[in-house]
């Protein structure tokens, strides 16, 4: 691929909202750092977004580019993220939902400033905020990343904070869109593309797999700074999207499981290859269906694991109406938190 070395991409995959659209556009623009390109693509919008588009793209600003693609039929969530980056010219990239909108103006500079000398670092991990509230994405202990700091952690360290001791997922993410390309990251079996969902009967989605496969090649930059706010439109794919909240945990066993099952390079891959086996192992209660177990041709370690789904529920029942008749934990005496209805 021949890329920009400095130039980062802001892939922006879109679908009505053209409010929110203009929100991630103005706080695209006004980062610090050049050469940049923001990428939309419209999703066959009810609603237009060119003329959104047109509102930031009539004054030429030096070392910045604004790409718009209007789609003549609706491609779904990932296939339209999927040709939006492939327009991409930056080493580096962000995928980026248009209703996000960048709060700290120097987040793209301070990541290309990080990466750059750092050949082995393909990732930048930040912090977000939800959109009216205080509520930040990440709990990352102060001991891991104090302030505004940045902390550079090798890949295995990072993949076993990352779901896991604070650093759950974030929208606020920087890669090497050059590395992450060779390795496929963006394709099957790393994500679930529409044809794929139709036939597996599950919502569309990646997990952000390339996580995981980027963490295995190398370190990755994490700051607890909040860079990000994460737009909570009823409209939003998550909220909206009736199959996604049906099938999102076989979504994600899906994603983690074919992690797992790949060939992962890389000096962190073993460590990046058992989080994806533990992350899959969350989801095992909702695997127990005959076109997921055709998928995997009914590898030996996927009926293992519905096995041990068949075996779990029980006990998951048991636990949860002793909760419901308890109340507390017997031996602390402190009410349970999680009380299944």
């Not at 086996?277 to 519905?306: G, N």
Request: with cysteine; aromatic share 12%.
């Amino acid at each position: 691929m021949n890329l920009d070395p400095r130039k980062v991409s802001v892939v922006i995959p879109a679908y009505n909202q053209p409010g929110y659209l203009r929100r991630a556009l103005q706080s695209t623009i006004e980062q610090t750092h050049r050469p940049l390109e923001i990428i939309i693509s419209d999703d066959a919008s009810p609603t237009p977004l060119e003329p959104v588009v047109r509102e930031f793209a009539r004054e030429p600003i030096d070392q910045l580019s604004i790409k718009f693609f209007s789609q003549p039929q609706n491609l779904g969530v990932m296939d339209n993220f999927l040709f939006a980056l492939r327009q991409a010219t930056g080493r580096y990239l962000v995928p980026f939902a248009h209703d996000n909108r960048f709060i700290d103006r120097k987040f793209l500079a301070e990541a290309v400033d990080i990466m750059q000398p750092r050949p082995d670092c393909h990732l930048c991990f930040a912090n977000a905020v939800f959109e009216n509230s205080s509520r930040e994405m990440l709990s990352a202990p102060e001991r891991l990343a104090a302030g505004d700091s940045w902390v550079v952690m090798p890949g295995d360290e990072f993949i076993r904070k990352y779901r896991r001791g604070g650093l759950d997922w974030s929208q606020a993410v920087v890669i090497d869109h050059a590395l992450a390309s060779s390795l496929k990251a963006y394709e099957d079996p790393f994500m679930i593309n529409r044809a794929l969902a139709q036939r597996l009967g599950v919502a569309e989605d990646n997990v952000y797999a390339y996580l995981f496969l980027l963490s295995a090649v190398g370190s990755v930059a994490f700051s607890r700074k909040l860079v990000c706010e994460i737009g909570t439109p009823a409209e939003s794919y998550s909220r909206s999207n009736p199959t996604w909240n049906r099938t999102k945990k076989r979504v994600k066993f899906l994603i983690f499981f074919n992690l797992y099952l790949a060939d992962i390079k890389g000096p962190h891959a073993a460590a990046v290859t058992k989080m994806a086996l533990k992350q899959a192992i969350e989801y095992v209660d909702d695997i127990c269906d005959f076109k997921i177990a055709a998928y995997y041709r009914y590898h030996p370690v996927f009926l293992m694991l519905v096995i041990l789904s068949v075996l779990r529920r029980p006990w998951i029942e048991l636990r949860y109406f002793i909760k419901r008749m308890i109340g507390r934990n017997p031996i602390t005496g402190k009410a349970f938190k999680k009380m299944k209805r």
